[in-house]
């Protein structure tokens, strides 16, 4: 019992982000009913995907996800600095001068 105790407070803390990201902005989206968290900086963006994926949503998964880093944050996507995968990824971005 006592080993269940970590592991549920683990399971209600939700979406976190990555150190790099712990002063970001946050923004929760829900996107084809599906929820997302999108952590960004002036010049970095993690987004999280929540929930469980089937197999063969994948792909769809990941383009909503990469479709959400412009509309949320304002700015564009450097594509070849992105990593990560369906759940989560990270990448640079490039805003427009203020």
């Not at 968290?37 to 994948?58: D, L, N, P, S, W």
């Not at 594509?79 to 427009?96: K, N, Q």
Request: charged share 30%.
């Amino acid at each position: 019992m006592k080993a269940l105790i970590p592991l549920l407070i683990l399971c209600a803390c939700g979406a976190q982000p990555a150190p790099e990201f712990f002063n970001a902005k946050r923004v929760d989206v829900t996107r084809d009913g599906r929820q997302y968290t999108v952590f960004y900086t002036e010049k970095r963006v993690e987004v999280i995907r929540q929930g469980y994926a089937k197999r063969g949503e994948h792909d769809d998964i990941r383009a909503q996800m990469i479709a959400l880093i412009p509309e949320v944050t304002g700015c564009k996507l450097r594509e070849t600095s992105l990593t990560g995968d369906s759940g989560e990824m990270r990448g640079s971005i490039r805003c427009p001068k203020s």
